[in-house]
């Protein structure tokens, strides 16, 4: 017989949309009478959350020779199987696409198994690579947002330099990096360590290897002054160039087409790979809502459900949160995606339940940002400092995020596994 419960539907395995669905299981085991009449149920594409803050490090990784094993051995660790999350927390997953999503019928139209109806929804799809519209960049450039994208500029780099060797091409090789946010800034300070590894590897001279990360603003990170000041330094002494205050406006036959900031002066700059970390947008897949704002994201009141629709909830980069109490936009990041994650879980058994909901009251815990190998920064407000100790504190946060998923003991090996993988481009 079908089943009579209600479905409470989770579009999206990534850190909101499986922090829901581990959050919202526990509470539903703690209620016997509520899990009787509902429901959990997990959409998502592929059978793997991708643990995202790692991702630069997979895009890095040395191997002394490429094979099937070494790529699953740097897949193995940064993913996670929603199925085993699925089989321990006690909610049902779907591997599926999601194609539309109807809000007055409530049903969701899966590529594979049709439809799915839902009594509450979280959106939870997180967002896609934006390339404004900049002319020839999206067709020759890398982006560097999910795994498929980290073992893609892994293997072409790679590919490059073997390349250059076998046809004894001694020309420069130039490497730029489009963003000088923190996915930009952390992946070219590990790249320098990929790149000399790769020179010795194929006897190309490492100073025919050059290496710039290119942004609009006169601040990396955007986070102050001295982490800005921190960054550059670190940039300069593993030998990249910074260069702020710089528009890319095209790319045409090999060449960046950049642009200064003040004085609207165009240039050229020979390019051989293109590593695009420039920003993101709304999901395409959020055009099935007719009332979107003007960013194409779904807004959400200070208990993160929908202001224009009932019963469904949003979380991460899909949705515009603002801070109760100073109205400035939370920023996307993972640590707030799982704060997200944890309230509309609450709230959604508050619901069912009716209890009083919870507002979303975001803590900033800081921001830990890689600097290449061992050295890392943490910045919280004024509090801003470099070296080994932040280094150790994302080691030991490393470790409290799969042993949400996994026993500590596993947690702790995968860690130390994963560290033997990306310490010999150090």
């Not at 963003?179 to 930009?184: F, H, L, P, V, Y």
């Not at 320098?192 to 190309?204: A, Q, T, V």
Request: overall charge positive.
């Amino acid at each position: 017989m079908p089943s009579t419960k209600k479905n409470i539907v989770i579009i999206g395995g990534g850190l909101c949309g499986l922090k829901v669905a581990t959050e919202l299981s526990k509470k539903l085991k703690q209620t016997p009478e509520t899990s009787k009449h509902y429901r959990l149920v997990v959409v998502n594409d592929t059978n793997v959350h991708v643990y995202h803050s790692d991702l630069y490090e997979i895009a890095s990784a040395y191997n002394e020779k490429i094979t099937q094993a070494c790529l699953t051995a740097l897949e193995d660790s940064v993913c996670i199987k929603i199925t085993d999350v699925a089989k321990k927390s006690g909610f049902t997953f779907y591997r599926d696409r999601v194609t539309t999503i109807d809000t007055e019928t409530k049903k969701i139209t899966l590529k594979k198994r049709e439809t799915l109806d839902y009594e509450y929804l979280v959106v939870a799809v997180g967002s896609v690579t934006n390339y404004y519209n900049i002319p020839g960049i999206e067709d020759h450039s890398f982006p560097l947002k999910e795994l498929t994208d980290a073992l893609t500029i892994n293997c072409h780099l790679d590919q490059l330099f073997q390349e250059r060797a076998e046809k004894k091409n001694d020309e420069k090789v130039c490497i730029a990096i489009g963003g000088g946010g923190a996915t930009g800034i952390e992946f070219s300070c590990e790249l320098i360590g990929f790149l000399n590894k790769l020179s010795k590897k194929y006897s190309f001279s490492r100073k025919d290897v050059d290496l710039s990360i290119i942004d609009g603003g006169y601040e990396f990170l955007k986070l102050g002054k001295k982490p800005n000041q921190i960054v550059k330094k670190r940039l300069k002494k593993l030998g990249i160039k910074p260069m702020q205050g710089t528009y890319i406006k095209g790319y045409e036959n090999g060449n960046l087409i950049l642009e200064d900031k003040k004085t609207k002066k165009t240039s050229t700059q020979k390019n051989d790979v293109l590593i695009w970390t420039g920003g993101i947008k709304a999901n395409p897949l959020l055009q099935s809502f007719s009332k979107l704002n003007k960013y194409g994201e779904l807004d959400v009141n200070e208990m993160l459900e929908c202001t224009a629709y009932p019963n469904i909830f949003a979380g991460g980069d899909n949705a515009t949160i603002t801070h109760p109490k100073t109205g400035e936009f939370i920023p996307k990041t993972g640590q707030f995606a799982a704060q997200e994650g944890k309230i509309i879980a609450y709230n959604i058994w508050a619901d069912i339940n009716k209890q009083y909901k919870k507002q979303f009251k975001p803590l900033l815990k800081g921001y830990l940002v890689p600097l290449g190998g061992k050295r890392y920064m943490f910045i919280r407000g004024n509090i801003v400092f470099s070296g080994i100790i932040p280094f150790l504190m994302k080691k030991v946060l490393d470790i409290m995020y799969f042993n949400w998923y996994m026993p500590l003991t596993t947690a702790v090996t995968r860690i130390f596994t994963k560290e033997k993988i990306f310490v010999q481009n150090d």
